[in-house]
């Protein structure tokens, strides 16, 4: 496995926090950012730093095809993997395959409840066990707190931690944290948030810890590259 | 064929199957006069759609070769080229595509755009043809344009709009709004000949103003003089509405939108006007042809009679009066009586007879001027070559052949069909690239090569019918591949004293893996191996590669280096090295950790949601990964990579487990590594079937 090497180390693991390790079984992660600043890049980073360290990732995606969310995966994989020699990478990739599975749904048709039915029966089914579900394009401004709450309840019952990418607004007052206050009522609900924030001509990535935060050491800044959209410590 | 050329045009009518393809087809035909009655698609007279010529076809309900025809409309010609939903056809499809200057996108108004209108779509993507889009079965239950329309934006990317609104859905769908004239048309007679133009019904009149002003915005963008207009608020003509429309079309910038229903003749007269409108002529389309003598340089043709002639055949038929080759003309004009250049064999053809088809009727004509569609009798080539003025090296360019991926052998029963299956062979392998055969000496088998079961079931089939060939077919076998995995070294010297001359030849290089299916390189220096042996070197190692020294399956992605060697001034000759790289390769090969690869398959199933569960099940058993679920709310694609092998009868499996209401498409994806566990049974296979035979010696 390459998983070693340094071009597929987590990169949240250099910011002081394995993300995945820090969020236990039913809890909530959020990217927060505008509209084409690079959250599903980065959902789908994540998502394979996860499965390089043998998590099975289910990835949920509203109003794309199966073809393009696997573009995705395929295109940021290569980047990552640039520096590998080819016939690794490939069955590096082919090893990777098995441990993602992409469910899409139709925007006007998607729903929490339909979201736990499907994950209940491809479970019950056994043809995939998730430990970790992305999910891209759910509109958190929809639903209750307490439908949230169930939802959390569930993941715990059936050892899910949940990715969720959360679409902000430009001119939106935000909390001293950076947080958009229209988020602020979810907040509680989430273990781990990452604002991206574009500034001038980069976009830099930032963790608002939980509660815990004096425990761990001060959060470094990362970035993305605006050319790849992959996470880099150095600013462009 | 008095048209002028900007009149002309060429276009395809693509779709997913059973979304009203042939159906809408044979409308069109009936409208513009070209038939006289209207046989439905499976309907009781039992003649079947026109379009659908051959046997089979009309059996099945599908249509597999691409028939051309034409008709006239409005001073314009249409030629229509038919082209068949099947991706195992996929050859076909493209093929027919490559000649298309435009199409008609047709989608059903309840199933919207499925998985198959995706992969056609992305086909004509690639080929750069405009299209529209035509909406059809808006009588059925469930029918939805718009969501049709929304889909069309979302799923294939295009900026969809529409130019209609329909006049009542389902069993109440009488007629359409026209957005551009803003009249209601209502479709009379028992064809729907008569077109009767009205005012837009009272309850539609804020919806067609809605949409109408979607349409004026999308349309906008591409005329400065229609969004004066708009800005303006001044009346927008008509025809401003229409060039705006065309320019949009023609850019592939805009997919205009039109429905109806082609069983209930709604909407067809506005979908033919909307072909003369919105769909480019020969003259809005750059074509490019190849210069063979200069590296395959492009050169840019044009649909200029008086220019030199470049015109490619795209397909064959066999007819009962000889071969017929569909032609299509891209530059100059094809007279009766010319001599030209058939490029790739570098012969000689005077042209004979020119025909016109109309399905399977025919009519004569001196000539085919240039952008046109027509048919030649009696020349002998292959689908695919291209016909040039004597002189003039240019080819249209190459299409991609991908190889075959299963394998079935064939035995006739009896001498008569021995003679017919050579025939019936010879013509299916000039008709289609991706269909081989070949003869194996050692088993005395004719072995038959294509892209799927069902395409070669579909050859299987026509031999019968229509050569009368009764047949032994064996079990479908996989096309497996092997490569190496390392690098290594070889150094081998081929020696014989046996008397009279002798035989030398010492070779020392690598061979390691390649990207490419193989490459030589010759770093020998000083003369080591005189140069006139590494030609003789390079052959010995080529004829390796066809049967690997493990498994004896065709070797591929190997790079043989050769960096030293000997020679002996009398005993060196060609046969000598050629051994010598024979037997080099068997040494290396080994040492060069060989892996067998079989084909993978793409697999999209769509089935209603109750049964996807038993569906993915089913592709797990099958060895498969898979890829997504996509959720459409009745019904659910699955897409899967599933290895070729594992595929083998997979639509009965598939029927039973859904009571037939599954679809299922496979198109070959990549080669990969075959498991060690699968490996194992792989060999235990091929050491039976070898075992009789040897014993039998």
Redesign the interface.
Known sequence: MLKNTNTLQDPLKIMGRDAAAGIENGGFAAILARAGVGKTALLVQLAIYSMLNGKNVL?IST?N???K??LWYREVFYRLAQTEE??EKE?LW?RL??RR??????TE??SID?LEK?IS?LM??E??RPAQVMVDGLVLENQTESRLNQLKDYALANRLILWFTVRTHREEPVENSGIPTSFAPYKHLFELMLLLHPDKNRVYLKMVPDADQQKRQASAELYLDPATMLITDVPA | MNFEIKNVRNIGISAHIDSGKTTLTERILYLTKRIHKIHEVRGKDGIGATMDSMALEKERGITIASAATYCTWRNHEINIIDTPGHVDFTMEVERSLRVLDGAILVLCAVGGVQSQS?TVDQQMKRYNIPRIAFVNKCDRSGANPFKVIGQLR??LGHNAVALQIPIGLESGHEGIVDLVSMKALYFEDEYGQKVKTDEIPSHLLDQAAEKREELLEAASVFSDELTEAILEEREVSESLLRNAIRRGALKRELTPVLMGSAYKNKGMQPLLNAVTDYLPSPLDVESQALDISNEEAPVRLEADDSKPLVALAFKLEDTPYGQLTYIRTYQGALNKGDTVYNVRSGKKIKIGRIVRMHADKMEEVSKIPAGFIGALFGVDCASGDTFAKPGLSLSMSSMYIPDPVITLAVKPADYKSETNMSKALNRFTKEDPTFQTHFNPETGETLISGMGELHLDVYLERMKREYDVSLHAGEPQVAYRETI?RHSDFDYTHKKQTGGAGQFGRVIGYIE?A?TEFEFENKVSGGNIPTIFIPACEKGFKECMKKGPWMKFPVTGVRVALTDGSAHSVDSSEMAFQAAARGSFQQAYHKAGPVLLEPVMKVVVETPDEY??NV??SL?QRRG?????????IST?I?A?VPLAEMFGYSTVLRSLTQGKALFTMEFEAY??VPSSVLKEIEKKLQQSAGPKTAAR
Request: zero cysteines; aromatic letters at 8%.
């Open positions: 990835h109003g095809p199966v073809d969310v696997d080819n016939s069955k082919d395959l098995h599975f992409i469910m899409t749904f139709e048709t998607f339909k499907r029966e019950a089914s043809i995939f | 995706i979302e799923k995995t893996p990207e996807q569960g993915m099940g797990n990964v898979i890829i997504g679920v996509h959720d459409e709310g694609v897409e990579q990969k590594e």
